[in-house]
């Protein structure tokens, strides 16, 4: 089974709009963090925001934040204002079993290319 | 801003042949990592290591690969007899704590073999 789902393999969006990436997860831990990762054509992997199984608020980070929904399984990535940079594949990962069991082994997703119009 | 790095950015190789991806991870670190991302696929996970051992390692992590600290600063993969389909980006990362935060990656090496 996947542990992580991103069911949206492409997704447009208007220059200076919202969009909504979305990310659902499978764990019987409870704890376990998401993370969210950008790579753009040049194919670095970047750090975009984390959220951890406890944290009582969602995560953000300035435009990204964190549409966390335990109940539902889902990690939702929202941008806010879009910019014609922030078109790139977008990863959504999970970690399981913070603290005792885990090493820190991320598991993705198949990610979502993001593509912003002007 | 500390980031890790990788050297080369681009590996070209003869099948059969022995590899050597090298990576300096942050320096305040303790738990370092290779993941591996095949052409137009997701990222998998390779190896995590702690303390100079290896912690945890996939599938995918069989007896060709190896990693090691050879000092304070340098993490490296080693491929011994690449296949073709060892083709792939291969991403180091690096995070300072076990359970919780950032894991930062550096900006890979492209391994093609040939």
């Known amino acids: 089974a996947q542990k992580i789902t991103q069911t949206q393999p492409g997704m447009f969006v208007q220059e200076k709009e919202a969009v909504t990436l979305d990310c659902t997860y499978d764990?019987?831990?409870?704890?376990?963090?998401l993370f969210w990762y950008k790579q753009p054509s040049s194919g670095e992997m970047i750090f975009l925001i984390y959220?951890?199984?406890?944290?009582?608020q969602n995560a953000t980070e300035g435009r990204y934040s964190l549409n966390f929904q335990k109940a539902r399984k889902s990690a939702n990535l929202v941008i806010s204002a879009s910019q014609l940079g922030d078109s790139a594949m977008y990863f959504c990962?999970?970690?399981?079993?913070?603290?005792?069991?885990?090493?820190?082994?991320?598991?993705f997703g198949q990610g979502t290319i993001l593509t912003v119009h002007p | 801003e500390p980031e890790v790095t990788q050297t080369p950015s681009h590996q070209v190789t003869q099948m059969g042949q022995e590899v050597i991806l090298r990576c300096v991870p942050i320096?305040?670190?303790?738990?370092f990592y290779w993941y591996r991302q095949i052409l137009g696929q997701k990222v998998e996970f390779l190896v995590s290591f702690y303390n100079n051992e290896i912690s945890e390692k996939s599938e995918i992590f069989d007896d060709q690969f190896s990693v090691e600290r050879p000092d304070g600063s340098n993490f490296t993969l080693k491929i011994r007899s690449t296949k073709l389909e060892d083709s792939a980006m291969y991403f180091c990362?690096?995070?300072?704590?076990?359970?919780?935060?950032?894991?930062?990656f550096g900006p890979g090496t492209r391994l093609t073999v040939t």
């Open positions: 764990t019987s831990d409870p704890s376990y963090g």
């Open positions: 990362a690096s995070s300072r704590r076990q359970g919780s935060g950032e894991q930062y």
């Open positions: 990962a999970m970690r399981e079993g913070i603290g005792g069991t885990s090493y820190g082994k991320l598991t």
């Open positions: 320096s305040n670190h303790l738990y």
């Open positions: 959220q951890g199984s406890y944290d009582q």
